[in-house]
């Protein structure tokens, strides 16, 4: 789904930037351009930030010799 229009860029453009370290609307901003024209774009972006940011969960594995078996996220 698109979610600027001026700049073409879709929620999956948003979700990609969260998995790959953007955590702030303004760190997404500046990797993707998004919300540079008018604007209207930035509110479905904080709640798709919040969303994803609540779907985050920190990988309990631990990568040694002792755990061979998990893998980092």
């Known amino acids: 789904m698109l979610i600027c229009l001026c700049n073409g860029i879709s929620d999956r453009?948003?979700?990609k930037a969260i998995v790959?370290?953007?955590e702030t609307?303004?760190?997404i901003?500046?990797?993707l351009h998004i919300g540079?024209?008018?604007g209207c774009c930035l509110t479905k972006v904080k709640?798709?930030?919040?969303?994803e940011s609540d779907k985050k969960v920190e990988n309990p594995c631990r990568q040694d010799a002792a755990f061979p078996h998990c893998k980092a996220i």
């Open 13 to 15: 453009h948003v979700r």
């Open 47 to 51: 709640q798709l930030l919040e969303s």
């Open 25 to 27: 609307l303004e760190q």
């Open 36 to 38: 540079t024209n008018c």
């Open 29 to 31: 901003k500046e990797k």
């Open 20 to 22: 790959e370290g953007a």
